[in-house]
């Protein structure tokens, strides 16, 4: 597997799939192997997926210090990756909690990005996160569901911080769930590095009146894609980052949830890749 050095001298790795022009994939969780994105859908048909391991999980190597794990600190290494790779500017498509580092490297570094895709990306970087409510409304949605009954009550508990994460609640997370996402869900706890979760988003991770106003440099085009039944964020909530960069633009899968990709991979891979096609 490739790898690079980070600044501190930690050593990154990333995973290579597809071919053509390289797409920068950030990661979610926060803090989970890259290993979940699979191929996006097929989205490997129209692009090389330079998958990074952020440090802590996958491959990549456990940091000397801890406090790198916070996800402004990680930024640098997104950059590292990009001098690695030889690229004076790069296309990122960055997931969920990624889509927060995805905003803050675009931030410090706007001439770099080239375009951006975030994928149900809550924008906890510019102080919108999704509340328990945003998520309990978007889990109602799913009444009809056979599993509604059972996954319900301890999603309600644990959003009200009356119970622990349960994966039973794992389908509200899911637009479609059926053998792909089960698959998906279980392998959750492996890829994932809680400790190093616990600081991503700590204490000094996001300014977001700094970075709100340093996205007024950007002039990559931004492609927001929100899922229909996703919780986390709503499409509401996703729509706002349009209002902090010049060029973007919003769609909303229908019927997605918080990996799109699984739901309708034809739909996801279509409007992404049209995207980076330009």
């Known amino acids: 597997m490739p790898s690079f050095d980070a600044y501190d001298g930690t050593r990154l790795t990333y995973r290579l799939r597809g071919e053509g022009e390289p797409l920068v994939v950030l990661p979610g969780g926060p803090m989970r192997a890259s290993a979940y994105f699979g191929d996006l859908g097929g989205l490997t048909a129209r692009r090389q997926l330079v998958l ?101 009550p301890p999603f309600e508990a644990w ?13 509200f997370f899911y637009g479609r769930w059926d053998e792909a996402a089960r698959a998906h869900a279980a ?34 085009p931004v492609l927001v894609l929100a899922g229909e039944l996703d919780g986390g964020p709503r499409p509401d909530l996703a729509r706002h980052v349009t209002e902090f960069v010049r060029h973007a633009e919003f769609t909303v899968q229908p019927h997605g949830g918080h990996y799109p990709w699984l739901d309708d991979p034809e739909w996801f891979t279509a409007r992404v890749g049209d995207f980076f096609a330009g």
């Open 187 to 220: 392998a959750e706890e492996e890829q994932s590095n809680d400790d190093a979760a616990d600081v991503y988003q700590s204490e000094g991770a996001y300014d977001p009146p700094t970075t709100k106003a340093a996205l007024a440099r950007l002039t990559a």
């Open 159 to 171: 959003l009200t911080g009356n119970g622990d994460f349960d994966p039973a609640f794992a389908p």
């Open 52 to 152: 990074l391991d952020l440090r802590g999980t996958g491959d990549s190597a456990v940091p000397a210090d801890p406090a790198t794990y916070r996800c402004d600190r990680l930024v640098d290494d997104v950059e590292a990756l990009r001098e690695h790779l030889g690229l004076e500017r790069m296309d990122v498509l960055a997931h969920s909690a990624g889509g927060s580092l995805a905003l803050l490297h675009a931030a410090r570094y706007p001439q770099r990005v080239s375009r951006l895709a975030l994928i149900t990306a809550t924008p906890w970087a510019l102080g919108m996160p999704a509340t328990p409510e945003d998520r309990l409304t978007a889990a109602r949605l799913r009444k009809g569901e056979p599993w509604f009954e059972e996954a319900f």
